[in-house]
């Protein structure tokens, strides 16, 4: 019973390892630095690496700079509540603000082409979770993130809440159409 | 402080009666946690349950915060400190250090269990277990952390100061024994832990009451994490910790490697903090290089770890077996294990879940660019009820059952209904665990009241593969929660109304481990000297990696399959 009593040779350490046990160890460490190698990998050669472009921001500034993009590229309004599709510009900038309960506005976007889309939140934590491809993006107050994205095919996404944001945090559904 | 101890008549062990009577009464205040949390559970698992949806959105999510409490944090903290006390006093053979003080620390972690329970119930708290700013929770709910933190930490102080005195007081000699040495792995963790839950838990009461104008969310979540996930470490140590214990009570086995297995929890204090990065991965104030340094190069000396103690647990009992004379084939040991007795049963399915769904959906969720399909999703859950619930409390109901007799001096109520347990728990929870990973991988949100979205000006319909898995989970769930109050009963019912066993012998001193070079100690160790070889162990190594990397490469492909995003 010896784990539960002071090892039986003092020294203990001075024990040589079995040969099975080596093997072992091994194959685990070396599978953990392939995993290791693995990230490293898909951020040279991998089409889907998050963006490090961040910036500091309050949401007095972000929902001005959002109010302009969507000002100037609004294409028509959808739904009773009169929500603007904004057509983002090829290769440009699309502003979606979140906040209790909604994603504003909502983007249209061409397949193929790549967009800038930058994220924040008026107020609480969201989640940006992209349905049905399932890209889950973290939203933070204070913080503009700025993601390039390249839609691979045609249809209507959704954008779902998946950071609990209050009672309403169900209704928080947003959309993305891609031509 | 005069004290006595009491020998253990089935078991040998000997127990110093102030140090007994913590263990008695934090095991009872962890095990009412796990019942109010299992009631929560109930409510959380009928409301997700698409075809029922029993409660309305707020009476949701207030449940919801009140089963993480409950569960993840008062529970298993509780259980820890008579872990804790357990690997010390007894195992030690000494008395323990400053029982008043413990008893400080369990009063402080009963009103902090209590006041948080109230903050919850009450409303106005729902903010979940994490608590994310600028979402704000009633005063109380931070302070009733705090409260309970700081009794954990004096608890943590106690089993130190033991060990100190077992050591002055010279009651063994050399090392301390193996699953102290985890014990002490944890207790190094939860004082790291609950010095970071300080760090930001304290500011944000302060803000609660007005006192700071504002926390950055960012830093918060950074901060946060330090506690959150390195406080689930504290679990996987102590539950490895028993795991060996098992083992050795059981079986008798004995580490293969004294070496091997310490250097592995020594791994555990040296990186499993840097894990909690792997929280932080589709956030937007971390570079890819901080996350890639923390969440892999780091985080995979403590997968190592975790993969070592995998093997070198079953290892151990493969070997006590094959000495026993169980040497046919390369499985007649795991075969002639005693599957009937639930002590050893819960182990072992706590070491088979926690490595196949645990650990590799871990590892999975927490690599850089996969956690973008998984975050957030209702495969986090689906991850850790694998790693907490079918690792942690598995083991620990487990060990329960020799406890009870043991601490309690009362035998086990209805036998058989104790032989079921296990596998009605362990197997359900299993399985739920798995259904809850696969309606996240099809993009299901946790902490969600309704996935269809009623009131939303969308419409937005899941694939019928999601409902279906969200159906599985309320149909496992309930079985689950049937086999923990089972569980419950069965502690509880033996508690009151077990067969009163024989307490043993009382003496007014301790009497030490025998020195190590007498001849009772040469009988009961054999030294690893004659290596037993574990052809078994390697066979059910080797599943469990070819499952990782055949598990692991397919979520790569499935990445490679969505929108680009740079
Ligand atoms: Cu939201």
């Known amino acids: ?30 599978w953990a630095m392939i995993m290791f190698g693995m990230m490293i990998y898909w951020h040279i050669n991998g089409k889907q690496n998050l963006s490090n472009e961040v910036y500091k921001t309050t949401p007095e500034a ?49 397949r193929g082409k790549t967009y800038k889309v930058h994220l924040s939140s008026m107020d609480y934590q969201h989640g940006f979770s992209l349905q049905p491809v399932n890209i889950n993006i973290q939203v933070l107050p204070g913080y503009e993130h700025v993601v390039k994205m390249t839609p691979t095919k045609e249809g209507t996404y959704s954008i779902v809440c998946n950071e609990y944001c209050g009672i309403g945090h169900h209704t928080m559904l947003g959309r993305i159409y891609v031509k | 402080m005069a004290t006595t101890y009491r020998t253990c008549p089935r078991t040998g062990l000997q127990f110093d009666t102030a140090a007994e009577k913590l263990m008695r009464w934090n095991a009872v205040a962890g095990v009412l946690a796990l019942l109010v949390g299992g009631i929560m559970a109930l409510g959380v698992i009928l409301t997700r349950w698409p075809a029922v949806k029993l409660l ?74 994490t608590s994310y700013v600028p979402m704000q929770a009633s005063p109380l709910f931070y302070l009733a952390l705090i409260l309970f933190a700081v009794g954990a930490l004096i608890g943590c102080f106690v089993f130190l100061g033991t060990l100190v005195v077992a050591k002055r007081e010279k009651s063994y000699e050399g090392s301390i024994p193996m699953v102290t040495f985890g014990a002490l792995t944890a207790c190094i963790i939860a004082i790291f832990t609950i010095a970071t839950g300080a760090a930001i838990l304290i500011p944000t009461l302060l803000w609660s009451v007005g006192l700071i104008k504002e926390i950055d969310p960012q830093l918060y979540r950074l901060v946060w994490w330090g506690m959150g996930h390195s406080s689930q470490q504290i679990n996987v140590s102590a539950h490895v910790a028993i795991w060996y214990l098992i083992a050795a009570v059981v079986f008798g086995a004995e580490p293969l490697s004294e070496k091997v297995s310490r250097f592995a929890f020594f791994l555990y204090i040296l990186f499993l903090q840097l894990a909690s990065a792997h929280h932080l ?93 998984m975050h957030n999703t209702f495969y986090v859950p689906g991850h850790f009820h694998a790693t907490v619930v079918c690792g942690t409390t598995l083991a620990f109901m487990a060990i329960t059952y020799l406890l009870v007799p043991t601490l309690f001096k009362r035998e086990m109520i209805f036998p058989k209904l104790c032989q079921i347990q296990p596998y009605l728990f362990g197997i359900s929870m299993a399985v739920l665990s798995l259904v809850m990973m696969g309606a996240g991988t099809l993009g299901v949100s946790r902490r969600h009241w309704d996935m269809a979205f009623s ?35 069965l502690v509880v019912g033996s508690l009151l109304f077990g067969k009163k066993l024989d307490g043993g012998t009382l ?32 066979v059910l190594a080797m599943l469990l990696l070819t499952s990782f990397v055949l598990y692991y490469f397919v979520n790569w492909k499935y990445l490679s399959e969505v929108w680009a995003l740079s």
């Open chain 2, 56 to 129: 309305p959105a707020d009476q949701f999510y207030l449940v919801l915060t009140a089963h993480g409490v409950d569960m993840l944090l008062i529970w298993i903290i509780f259980f820890e400190m008579a872990v804790l006390y357990f690997a010390s006093s007894t195992l030690l053979r000494c008395r323990l250090a400053a029982p008043k003080m413990a008893w400080l620390g369990f009063w402080l972690m009963v009103v902090g269990a209590v006041m948080g329970n109230y903050a919850v119930l009450a409303g106005e708290s729902s903010v979940m277990f």
């Open chain 1, 1 to 30: 019973m010896s784990a539960i009593l002071p090892p039986a040779d003092r020294l203990w350490w001075k024990q040589p390892i079995d040969k099975t046990e080596w093997v072992w160890i091994s194959l685990a460490f070396t």
């Open chain 2, 455 to 489: 009131g939303a000006p969308f419409q937005y319909e899941w694939p019928g593969a999601a409902y279906l898995m969200m159906g599985l989970t309320g149909i496992f769930g309930v079985i689950a929660i049937t086999g923990g109050a089972l569980w419950i009963l």
């Open chain 2, 281 to 373: 991965l589709s956030d937007p104030g971390m570079s890819a290089e901080w996350k890639v340094l923390n969440t892999s190069y780091f985080m995979y000396f403590a997968v190592l770890a975790s993969m070592i103690h995998g093997f070198t647990v079953p290892g151990a009992i493969e070997a006590a077996q094959r000495k026993k004379g169980y040497t046919n084939g390369l499985f007649e040991w795991l075969r002639k294990a005693p599957w009937g007795n639930p002590v050893f049963s819960g182990m072992f399915l706590s070491l088979v879940t926690f490595g196949f769904l645990g650990g590799i959906s871990g590892v999975v969720v927490g690599t850089e660019q996969l956690n973008m399909l």
């Open chain 2, 507 to 538: 003496s007014d001193k301790p009497v030490p481990h025998a020195p190590l070079d007498s001849v009772a100690a040469r009988a009961s160790h054999t030294g690893s000297a004659e290596h037993v070889q574990v052809p078994g162990t390697v």
């Open chain 1, 62 to 110: 972000y929902a001005a700079k959002a109010e302009k993009f969507i000002a100037d590229n609004t294409v028509r309004t959808e739904t009773e509540k009169n929500i603007p599709v904004v057509k983002v510009p090829e290769g440009g900038d699309g502003y979606l603000i979140a906040r209790l309960w909604d994603w504003y506005p909502i983007l249209e976007m061409e």
